[in-house]
């Protein structure tokens, strides 16, 4: 679909031309419209793709041959206007145009939404960048009765416009193709219009809404999930079904397979007699000793932790890519505005079940820095991610529906403590309640295989190493006899406080590197009968309310700052203690066993 | 104005309407839901009134909490 009305000089002047640097192109839209999933597409480089607003957050390069030019290409944070009060989000994309980050901006538009998308288009023609619009999803807004006059528009816009169905790569072709011909588009500006009104009267000269409604399935699931009478029964299901498919599964079947099976009954016992052949007992304790890179490194990594993150990605990329989580807000929105939050904060708080770090990016689509500060505060302190999930079901999903229900309640409480006392003591104001709810789709199996691989493998790459670098730390501590001293120093807190037995205390120094590699630990103690039911609960508490890992206090400093990072820090910390010895104290004086 | 010029707040599930204003503030909740698309002359309709106000505008569905609403004049579709 090349434009008929090409603007003249562009002939002379071919935007693809042998240049000193890459033709920098920018793929620009509002959130949730696929570009992604385009960039994936052009550069052969997958970025996580989901159904919600807000999954890309920072800026993604990648490369890109289109005939013998080679071109970057730049996935952008989601926006929704490019003027006006904007998110974090959006101004990571208003700043890279800003500095001239983007030579080219292709703009992928959800072809439903062409009136929004217009108001973008007429915001980014400001910029006074060559452009190309691309309406994606046309297939679902024809189903809808949305038709487009796209050769109209692109005359009228001056700029190829282009209708694709990008997760099956219609329109690429001739995304590439036009890249030559892209061209300043003529908008609000050259017509002396507000965007506003140029948008609503573009929009009425070239799009046409038949009256087409969803199936009747469709129709009746959007408003199950989203009224509290069916939707709160669909929500316990939905939690049911991750328990099932991730705790019994994933903790339970699998972790025994591999933990008992593979590790217990053939690689500890073949790494023994291999080790059993190096003359130097030091180095045969390193890999297979009590602190044994082998028997206690990998087997926390692969054999306890892997089953279980493996499992909960699959069942959280089913519930991303299916549009679910932000329905979610609806029913969360008072309880959050409660903590000085609004319902959007849902999205971080959920994606911190996935992996807090994370999590603690996509902060960025909320709108106000308290807002902000408070999401980040309760992501450190009560949001386990799933390689602790994992253990924290391992162990307590063996001892009593009791005894899990406790740690969340208590978790939970405190979370929502801390955010209501955050909320009065902060300064600052949260904002408005509006989110947009995404359709819902049945998710492709294979941007859902993909993603899960992905994120399995960067579980892998991230944990793993730590997870070494921490058992050949505390190998280290004990040769030296440190790990005694520091189990005795910690004595009064661990043993007097919390009521734990010494050696949790080495458990709690491996929680400061991760919490899933502290709870690791315990999992082991509470299977060899070194922990009482109650110990157990009070221990997984306070390791859940500790900050989640390193990568996670990096990232929170990075957001930031160090100062606040620090402070975040101390108080969670403090928090984690202090609960967990007044759980503790109230356990013995209800005499609860579980 | 019209006489049929409601806030959407008070509108039941099932009514359909056009935006006539957007009342203004300080907070730049006017230009965030302009970015949205809820703008004058957008079409909309309510979906959810309990237990936050659930609509559709344009081809955009959008939940907002009670005082977004309470801005959102709509005149009905009679």
Redesign the interface.
């Known amino acids: 679909m090349s434009c008929p009305h090409a603007i003249p000089d562009l002939r002379s002047t071919p935007l693809l031309r042998l240049r000193a640097h890459p033709l920098r192109i920018a793929l620009v839209g509002n959130p949730n419209v696929g570009k992604s999933v385009i960039f994936g597409r052009l550069t052969g480089r997958y970025v996580t793709v989901s159904n919600y607003p807000g999954t890309t957050v920072a800026v993604t390069r990648g490369r890109a041959q289109v005939g013998a030019e080679v071109c970057d290409i730049v996935d952008t944070p989601g926006v929704?206007?490019l003027e006006?009060?904007l998110s974090e989000d959006e101004k990571v994309t208003r700043d890279l145009l800003r500095s001239g980050g983007a030579e080219l901006v292709v703009q992928v538009a959800d072809a439903?939404?062409l009136?929004?998308a217009l108001?973008l288009t007429s915001q980014l023609a400001d910029f006074k960048l060559p452009m190309i619009l691309v309406l994606n999803m046309i297939d679902e807004a024809r189903g809808?009765g949305?038709d487009i006059d796209a050769e109209g528009l692109a005359v009228e816009l001056g700029i190829p416009v282009i209708e694709a169905v990008a997760p099956e790569g219609r329109g690429m072709g001739e995304l590439r193709d036009a890249l030559a011909t892209a061209a300043r588009p003529r908008a609000a500006r050259a017509r002396g219009q507000s965007h506003?009104h140029w948008a609503?009267d573009t929009t009425q000269r070239f799009r046409t809404?038949g009256h087409v409604t969803l199936g009747r399935f469709r129709e009746w699931l959007n408003?199950a999930v989203?009224?509290?009478l069916t939707g709160i029964p669909i929500l316990l299901a939905v939690l049911y079904v991750t328990y099932l498919v991730v705790g019994v599964l994933g903790a339970q079947t699998l972790v025994n397979l591999l933990e008992k099976g593979l590790f217990g009954t053939y690689l500890n016992p073949w790494a023994t007699d291999l080790a059993a052949r190096i003359p130097w007992a030091p180095a045969r304790d390193f890999l297979v000793g009590q602190y044994g890179l082998v028997t206690m490194g990998m087997t926390y990594a692969i054999a306890i932790v892997l089953p279980v993150v493996t499992t909960f990605f699959l069942v959280f990329g089913f519930l991303e890519d299916s549009g679910y989580i932000?329905?979610l807000?609806?029913?969360s929105?008072?309880l959050f505005?409660a903590m000085g939050l609004?319902?959007k904060a849902v999205l971080p708080m959920v994606l911190g079940l996935g992996c807090d770090t994370m999590a603690t990016m996509t902060t960025r689509i909320l709108a106000t820095p308290k807002e902000r500060l408070i999401a980040i505060l309760l992501l450190a302190l009560g949001v386990p991610c799933s390689a602790q999930l994992a253990t924290i079901m391992g162990i307590l999903g063996g001892i009593s529906f009791l005894a899990l229900a406790t740690l969340f309640g208590v978790v939970l409480t405190q979370m929502v403590l801390v955010g209501f006392l955050a909320a009065r003591a902060l300064p600052g104001d949260r904002?408005?309640?509006?989110?947009?709810?995404p359709?819902l789709r049945v998710p492709r199996l294979r941007n859902l295989l993909t993603k899960t691989v992905l994120r399995v493998r960067w579980y892998l790459g991230e944990a793993v190493p730590l997870f070494l670098i921490g058992t050949a730390l505390l190998f280290v501590l004990d040769r030296v006899g440190a790990l005694a001293a520091l189990a005795s120093a910690a004595r009064p807190i661990v043993t007097g406080l919390l009521g734990l037995p010494p050696k949790a205390a080495e458990v709690f120094v491996m929680g400061f590197l991760r919490r899933d590699y502290g709870a690791a630990g315990l999992f082991l103690m509470a299977r060899n009968g070194s922990l009482t039911h109650v110990q157990a609960v009070v221990a997984l508490t306070v390791m859940t309310l500790f900050v989640p890992c390193v990568a996670n206090f990096l990232m929170i400093v990075k957001e930031r700052g160090l100062r606040i990072g620090l402070a975040i820090l101390a108080f969670v910390t403090l928090i984690a203690v202090g609960t967990g010895a007044v759980l503790n104290g109230a356990l013995g004086a209800l005499h609860v066993s579980f | 104005m019209s006489r049929s010029e409601q806030p959407l707040v008070q509108l039941p599930p099932g009514t359909r309407g056009r935006v006539s204003r957007v009342t203004r503030d300080l907070t730049g909740r006017t230009e965030r839901l302009a970015a949205l698309g809820v703008t004058r002359g957008a079409t909309v309709r309510v979906l959810q009134t309990f237990p936050g106000i659930v609509f559709e505008c344009d081809q955009t569905e959008l939940a907002v909490e009670r005082t977004v609403a309470g801005s959102i004049l709509v005149e009905l579709d009679v």
């Open positions: 929704n206007a006006g009060p439903r939404n009136r929004r108001m809808r949305v506003l609503d809404v408003r989203r009224e509290p932000p329905r807000a609806i029913f929105d008072r505005r609004n319902g904002s408005d309640f509006v989110m947009e709810l359709p």
